[in-house]
């Protein structure tokens, strides 16, 4: 069970093109077309504050020819901030998705 379970995360991470699933599989959330690309994050309140944070998006481009997907990095400018006394809860969001497909999206600090 345990080398089925390695070979599903290591399968993945060849779909994906990243090794991002690598230490944690991620926490699908499933949407339409159409739905708000909307990621509601906890982050350390001096990370955030310092501007040590950038969010990498690998999405499918929205060129129905294209087939590779379009890696962006984002500087994190929260719409939505609920603070706790170390920690700040910060809603991103990137727009409407535009195509079927898997969004993925990593924090770096």
Same mark, same amino acid.
């Given at each position: 069970?345990?080398?089925? %379970?390695? /070979?599903?995360?290591?399968?993945?991470?060849?779909? %994906? *093109?990243?090794?991002?699933?690598?230490?944690? /599989?991620?926490?699908?959330?499933?949407?339409?077309? *159409?739905?708000?690309?909307?990621? %509601?994050?906890?982050?350390?309140?001096?990370?955030?504050?310092? *501007?040590?944070?950038? !969010?990498?998006?690998?999405?499918?481009?929205?060129? =129905?020819? =294209?087939?590779?997907?379009?890696?962006?990095?984002?500087?994190?400018? /929260?719409?939505?901030?609920?603070?706790?006394?170390?920690?700040? =809860?910060?809603?991103?969001?990137? *727009?409407?998705?535009?195509? !079927?497909?898997?969004?993925?999206?990593?924090?770096?600090?």
């Amino acid at each position: 069970m345990e080398v089925r %379970d390695e /070979a599903i995360v290591l399968l993945n991470m060849l779909y %994906d *093109g990243n090794n991002w699933q690598e230490k944690n /599989a991620f926490n699908p959330k499933i949407k339409t077309i *159409g739905e708000m690309f909307r990621l %509601d994050i906890y982050l350390r309140k001096k990370d955030y504050e310092q *501007g040590r944070v950038i !969010c990498i998006v690998n999405t499918p481009s929205n060129h =129905l020819n =294209l087939k590779e997907n379009i890696i962006s990095w984002n500087s994190v400018k /929260a719409t939505h901030i609920d603070e706790y006394p170390n920690l700040i =809860l910060v809603t991103l969001e990137f *727009g409407n998705f535009f195509r !079927c497909g898997f969004f993925d999206w990593n924090l770096v600090l």
